[in-house]
């Protein structure tokens, strides 16, 4: 893409209310925009990057059987008052809203209770289950203050899968198929290192520990702890409880911030029996369906990668989820119809050969170019000029390292992570 | 895909409150499911085709130099106020709730206003300009009532592009050409033929005319009527002006019903001047910007689609947007071993080839077989049978036509749009 067909611009200073790194960061690189506390637009080098991880997330769970689906953000009453999650006093951050008929709508917070509904009409025997069934969308939490950017939203996307089976050991099965796919996930994201399969109370249905995938940060708002071989970690609530359980000491633990990124819960059968998703038995016995649901925050995501990687000159995204690969940079003095021309070369190779590259044709000086590149956070960035032709090669910058080099057409594409996946 | 993994069934009756024929057949088919009159959800196979028509649409739009975006929903009233549509009185059908501070959101049902306000972050120059941005995403509007399917939601889906240029003259120009991106874009959704360029009202604020498309059909809300010679169409709000006009008269016209799948606007400075979107001339001088906007209706394509092409026993979707191109049926007598292996062998040769399949693998009858799959409508039925393997040809009916005949592996492959384009 040509840089003066984009019609964001960079600027210096984001919003004076906006008090995270990530959505100062991401709203200065023209990724994103404030509506208010909690609502952003993703303008197109946001939405690029939202749909990547988007992309990634999805072949994790089409992988293991996830079949993706699209449901409403409107919502009835009915099913949620059987589930006891309507009320305010209940669940103290819906979005309500009115039909013309004055009858009360509510705004998608989760979507456990309308899929039950959904499946009613699908699910008749044990033959019909196991399914998987996830959707990547808008979801929508009234919450009472939203001042971390994009990792925490009133507005915001989520995967969210639920399974359906016919018992608790299906269930717990499809939980630890789900647990590796998020590793992949993550792992494929950048935040692999980084991001600890955390255990957590199972809520007050369940004696059963639910798991978090917390990614360390200094400004996240959880804690956690994190054991002594690093092979897991465990939040606060659970921590007394843990400890016992499995014999560790706090003070041998490891204490960090982090985000919560993913969670995973088993439902058993707390949304299936009050709203009546029953499966026949081989014998022909009715039984209510097990479940589980399987959250990600693809929006949250996006935050906490651009909360964790950067500097002071800005962004530094992951090569699988950078907007583009190549940051293509050329340096002319006025008309300068010879570097143009070799980098318009240069662009026409690297297109074809399926590279992504942003390529910044503006008539603007090296220095503010250098600038919007760093702040961007192209992970590669390319510059062609008088003295790069002289040399016969071109420099190539890594934004994560800063190494600088020179390097021909073809060293290029050799590159790690370059070229699409597949 | 193994129809034996698909969690959706088929049903012989619809919902007894569905009256429309659309969402009769696609909750039939198991495409989507109704949670209240205009909201559906989109279920697996229905998914699929939004998502084929919402890719057709993406591809035209970026041909004519579309940046893609997506803008929240949860909308601030102070622009609308600004112009005017924020009042109930003004706009009739907003869904409006509310932060737990009382103060009062939108849901958003058009995003002149929050993208102009973006912009103003942006745009500075008239070398800023010409920029053409839009969005895929939910819409709402607060009908009233709602009976046509997903022909026309409370809560739909919608490409809603906008224009920014510095002059009437480079809006009517892009406004030539997005009529153009349209009509590709009819003509590979396939129902080019039957979708007409539609003179309307400019509205209150132009002598302009807008455009609308219009695709005939029995069951459509609109009349519109067709010009002799078939270029051009004219709506009835602008029946009187365009014959004194154009010098035709209204008995030499073709009067027929139809349903508006587009719309295009000259919006000129309606929403730029109140809201102070400007931008710099060469000599320095300060003006609002220009705008236009240009609307399709992704869901209500699907449900026109549904409702103009099908027949007593079920769908027949054209080929660039049906779920599968191939559904594979094997016919088996109990534990067919044979026949099992030979549509196993198929079903690997042709998704190798890039062709997408539907193979129904469940061990049920045939005559429940053929009857799903003529309520599905994928363009190509397969049968893998005792007698295909005898004959050493498989068997293919055309869904639209009907026509059976015998066809070798390799005769599949050169099968009009089986492959995918490009």
Known sequence: MLQSKLFTKTRKEAPKDEVSRNAELLIRAGYI??????????????????????????????????????????QLPDRFEKTGRWSDEKVDNWFKTKLKNDSELGLGLTHEEPLVEILKDHINSYRDLPCYIYQIGPKFRNELRAKSGIMRGREFSMKDMYSFTTSKEETDA??????????KVFARLGIGDRTYKTLASGGIFTTDYSVEFQTLAETGEDTIYIAPDKSIAYNKEILDKATTEFNLKVDEMTTVRSIEVGNIYKLGKIYTEPLGLRYKTETGEERPVDMGCYGLGPSRIMGTIAEIYNDDRGLIWP?????????????????DTQVKAEAEKLYSYLEEAGVEVLWDDRTIGAGEKFADADLIGIPYRVVVSERTIAAGKYEL??????????????????????????
Chains 1, 2 share one sequence.
């Open 319 to 335: 090569l699988s989820i950078a907007p583009f690969k190549v940051h293509l940079v050329e340096v002319t003095r006025g008309e």
């Open 33 to 74: 925009h404030k509506e208010m506390a909690g609502v952003y637009d993703f303008l197109p080098l946001g939405l690029k990057v939202l749909n990547k991880i988007n992309q990634i997330i999805r072949e994790e769970m089409d992988a293991i059987g996830g079949e993706e689906v699209s449901l409403s953000i409107l």
């Open 397 to 422: 910058k890594v934004r994560s390292s800063g190494e600088v080099t020179s390097v021909s057409e073809r060293e290029l594409l050799v590159l790690p992570g370059i070229l699409k996946e597949k």
């Open 174 to 183: 499809f939980f630890e198929s789900c647990t590796e796919a998020y590793k």
